[in-house]
């Protein structure tokens, strides 16, 4: 199992549907690390984000809600230089 070099990392886990937030949270917690879901963070506030050292983006019904997220850690001084996962989904093509 690999282990954080510098202890647990603390992240902050986005957006998306609540049963994956909690579930990555839950498993997280579980690897020792330390993580908070947040299921729906007030737009332009980048206060779910302080103290973490990696952002984790689900998937959201809205491309706009993940944008706007991802420029506001981009544009905000204190997150700028955070390290972001986005997590994305690809449509089936059924046909």
Request: hydrophobic residues 40%; aromatic residues 4%.
């Amino acid at each position: 199992m690999l282990r954080p070099a510098r202890g647990p990392a603390t992240i902050a886990i986005l957006g998306g549907d609540p049963v994956t937030g909690k579930a990555l949270e839950s498993l997280l917690a579980s690897a020792e690390h330390a993580a908070r879901y947040f299921s729906d963070y007030p737009e332009g506030d980048a206060e779910p984000l302080e103290g973490a050292r990696v952002a984790l983006i689900l998937p959201a019904s809205s491309g706009r809600r993940q944008e706007a997220l991802k420029a506001l850690i981009k544009n905000t001084p204190s997150t700028m230089n955070l390290p972001v996962i986005e997590l994305t989904t690809t449509p089936i093509d059924d046909g």
